[in-house]
């Protein structure tokens, strides 16, 4: 099995400037998208940082767990050596070739995504480390309130955030006239999967349709950078014979540019076709944004009235209900002042709290946020008496055996005393 492939990233209409990358190795086999994130360009540093690290280390016969891992440490390090690229991260997707040869693997730390392409639909194959995800995995909110959730950026894993990390590996069955797409946050926000799945239909060519949906992603908005990589398997008699490639190049004529809002033309000159076709093609793209703009108005209101948020308040750490800011003409309320202080924080060095509510530590509802409180709350007891606490977990109560009794009687739970 060989794999090809083609890919394109852009700054997007929005952005300064690109913090995603992408890796295409092909003696290596080794194939990667990156989203960085972090100030001052420490985000660029961060994906092309572990990139570099990913394909440096499967060069020396690591396997792809292991080199994601190498991949975090190369990150870790370089934020934690130098004061201005502290903090930055990265989402990395990469695919591989399984040594054993008979499948490809994925591997996969954030919010970027892998697809397989086959007999043209998507299907996802990596799950998101996203908050939305993991409220949508919880059923806080719906699939559909996640792709307009104003907070959907927020993402619960990176590459370079800590020393360690979990990585997900997914194996995947490839069959020929497959096709897996990498991309990050920037595409998927932007598009449609049945968007995605149209175009990578109708273009055979892996680099041509990777250009097509970064422009795409343009014409919708482009509010992030964009990374596209495409990856088929070789044609080598079997592949591309079947399925998506003939039906695209047989059925339907190549696509017409997507619209030209602004100037994606002149970064990547093409042919233009038919005026009638272009109309289209705005027509296409235009309907989606506008139904996504009436989902994203509900749902941002949804979310003023029900979101909670914590905050340092003239040394108090203070919940409040509502959006920070206050959204659509819902302003925030005082909810809680929890009589928690950042003195006593800082005391105790709990500085992955601190910055959670330096950065606005936000909740979906409020037993969300009184989980969170419980747990700190929680926390600092044990931390300021450390000898004297029983950690108030669930006790299992001795059992007694009553002589002569055939059964085992189980003592009532009683709330531990002290030691
Ligand atoms: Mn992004």
Redo the contacts with the bound molecule.
């Keep these: 099995m060989r794999l090809l492939a083609g890919a394109a990233t852009d700054v997007g209409m929005v952005r300064e400037g690109n913090e995603?990358g992408f890796l295409i190795d092909d003696r290596l086999q080794l194939f990667a998208v990156a989203?960085g994130m972090g100030g001052h360009q420490a985000g660029e540093v961060a994906s092309a940082t572990a990139l570099e690290a990913l394909r440096a280390s499967v060069a020396t016969g690591t396997g792809l767990e292991q080199a994601v891992t190498a991949a975090n440490a190369a990150v870790f390090e370089k934020a934690s050596a130098d004061e201005a690229l502290r903090g930055m991260g990265t989402t990395l997707t990469t695919l591989s070739i399984d040594p054993a040869g008979a499948e490809l693997v994925i591997g996969h730390v954030g919010d970027s995504r892998a697809y397989l392409v086959r007999d043209g639909d998507l299907r996802q194959i990596t799950e998101d480390h996203s908050l939305v995800e993991e409220l949508v995995r919880e059923g806080r909110l719906t699939p559909e309130q996640a792709d307009v959730h104003p907070q959907r950026?927020i993402i619960t894993r990176a590459l370079g955030i800590d020393a360690a990390v979990s990585v997900d590996l997914v194996p995947v069955e490839i069959r020929a006239g497959d096709r897996i797409l990498l991309c990050?946050?920037?595409l998927t926000t932007m598009l449609r999967p049945s968007d995605i799945a149209t175009i990578l239909r109708r273009e055979p060519d892996p680099g041509r349709a990777a250009d097509l949906l970064v422009d795409a992603a343009n014409a919708a908005g482009g509010e992030?950078?964009i990374t596209a990589l495409v990856v088929e398997v070789e044609d080598d008699g079997l592949a591309g014979i079947t399925g998506a490639h003939v039906a695209g190049a047989a059925a339907s004529p190549p696509p017409a540019p997507p619209a030209d809002v602004e100037a994606p033309a002149a970064r990547r000159p093409r042919r233009r076709r038919g005026r009638g076709r272009t109309i289209g093609r705005v027509v296409l793209w235009t309907l989606p944004v506008l139904i996504i703009f009436g989902i994203a108005f509900g749902a941002v209101g949804w979310y003023a009235r029900h979101g909670y948020y914590l905050q340092f308040a003239d040394n108090h750490v203070v919940l409040f209900k509502g959006v920070e800011g206050g959204l659509l003409g819902w302003n925030p309320t005082r909810a809680e002042t929890t009589g928690i202080t950042r003195t006593q924080l800082e005391k105790l060095q709990f500085a992955a709290a601190i910055d959670a509510i330096d950065t606005t530590k936000t909740f979906g509802s409020r037993a969300d946020a009184d989980a969170y409180l419980r747990r700190l709350r929680r926390g600092i007891d044990i931390a300021e008496h450390p000898t004297t606490t029983t950690i108030p977990t669930t006790t299992t109560a001795p059992t007694t055996t009553v002589p002569g009794a055939t059964a085992t009687t189980t003592v009532p739970t009683t709330p531990p005393s002290g030691p």
Excluded: A, L, Y
């Design positions: 995603d989203d950026s990050s946050d920037g992030d950078n």
